[in-house]
């Protein structure tokens, strides 16, 4: 890609707030990337420690980590289970403060924002998490979840609620008429298609994947990914897509972040870091999976093969007759 500026930002200060509803990614600025993180740190109180005597001890879930999202790209964070990817993802999306580091969004810090400014922040970063039944409200509607952060940003619903909700529906291959049912109603990879169309529905610049299709089926996990890369193909948007599974990270990463325990220990475009991972863990990684799936062969085939045919439509057709059963 572009070679990196270290350029200040005197022209970032120079420009007015971007419109509600500009594009996504239209008010990108040069070289520089939509999100820098640099150095974080997020230090736990280890339990059992501390009380009425001391100070407890902490250790450290997450110790300097510092990476970077371009416009338009998806960045894989991988690692096993308790490397931090989790807390790094929530540091990053303002939902935990770090004991230590820096955000830097298109341009802006943002670590310590506040009101209106994190308002506007947490509505450019969305996150969709791994389990769309805890993370979607049980007794509210697809309409009332969907519209729920237009409604939180204090934004007028484009066409009215059921309108907007049934348009995005679509968009992300639900049935538009089943707009007032609730997440019990559909099935696990429908549920994570709701909790997408809530992350759409903002217009958000980066979308922050946590685990998004870990526990869905792997046909599942197909369908949901060639969602996840139709929608950003359309959107222009970049993910953070954290995943312990590299068969997953290979169909979707543009460049891959491996965490250990709390740091990244490599990081790279995908297939160099694939193809010859130059850090011990990323080796033991990697020799832990089958390097190709057949199901994601089949699935790629046949994403091709109907753009060959027909082009885009094609592939939006097929996403909608997914999971009919
Ligand atoms: N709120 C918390 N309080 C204490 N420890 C935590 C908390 N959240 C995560 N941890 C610990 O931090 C480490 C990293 O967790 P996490 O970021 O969830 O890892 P990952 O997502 O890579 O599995 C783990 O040891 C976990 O137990
Ligand atoms: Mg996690």
Redesign the pocket.
């Known amino acids: 890609m572009s070679t990196t500026s270290t350029g200040h930002s005197t022209e970032a200060e120079a420009v007015a707030p971007a419109a509600a509803s500009a594009p996504a990614a239209s008010t990108s600025r040069g070289a520089d990337p939509l999100l820098r993180a640099t150095d974080l740190v997020k230090e ?2 280890v ?1 059992g420690t501390g009380g009425l005597l001391g100070r407890a001890d902490t ?1 450290r ?2 110790d300097g980590v510092s990476l970077e999202v371009r416009a338009r790209e998806t960045l894989a964070l991988v ?11 929530r540091i990053v999306a303002r939902l935990m403060d770090a004991t230590s580091g820096e955000i830097v969004f298109d341009g802006e810090p943002v670590t310590h924002a506040k009101g209106e400014r994190l308002r506007r922040f947490r509505s450019d970063v969305q996150v969709v998490f791994q389990d769309p039944y805890s993370s979607l409200n049980p007794r509210h509607t697809v309409e009332r979840i969907v519209t729920a952060p237009l409604l939180y940003q204090g934004r007028q619903v484009p066409g009215g609620t059921r309108a907007f909700t049934q348009q995005l529906m679509e968009r992300v291959g639900l049935d538009p008429d089943h707009h007032r049912r609730y997440p019990s109603q559909f099935s696990g990879g429908q549920a994570q298609r709701i909790g997408i169309a809530r992350a759409l529905a903002v217009s958000p610049r980066l979308v922050v994947c ?2 998004a299709v870990s526990a869905l089926d792997v046909s599942v996990q197909a369908q949901i990914i060639n969602l996840l890369r139709r929608l950003q193909r359309e959107e222009g948007f970049s993910y953070l897509f ?1 995943a ?1 599974d590299l068969a997953v990270v290979r169909q979707i990463a543009d460049r891959v972040a491996v ?1 250990s325990k ?1 740091r990244i220990v490599e990081q790279g475009e995908r297939d160099a870091v694939f193809d010859d991972p130059q850090h011990e863990y990323t080796r033991t990684l990697l020799s832990a999976v089958p390097r190709i799936r057949p199901e994601w062969e089949r699935a790629r085939r046949e994403a091709a093969a109907a753009r060959a045919a027909s082009g885009h439509a094609e592939e939006t057709a097929k996403q909608t007759e997914e999971e009919t059963t």
Not at 79 to 89: I, M
């Open positions: 736990f109180a339990p250790f879930a997450v690692g096993e289970s308790g490397s931090g990817k989790s807390t790094t993802a946590d685990e954290i312990h965490m709390g």
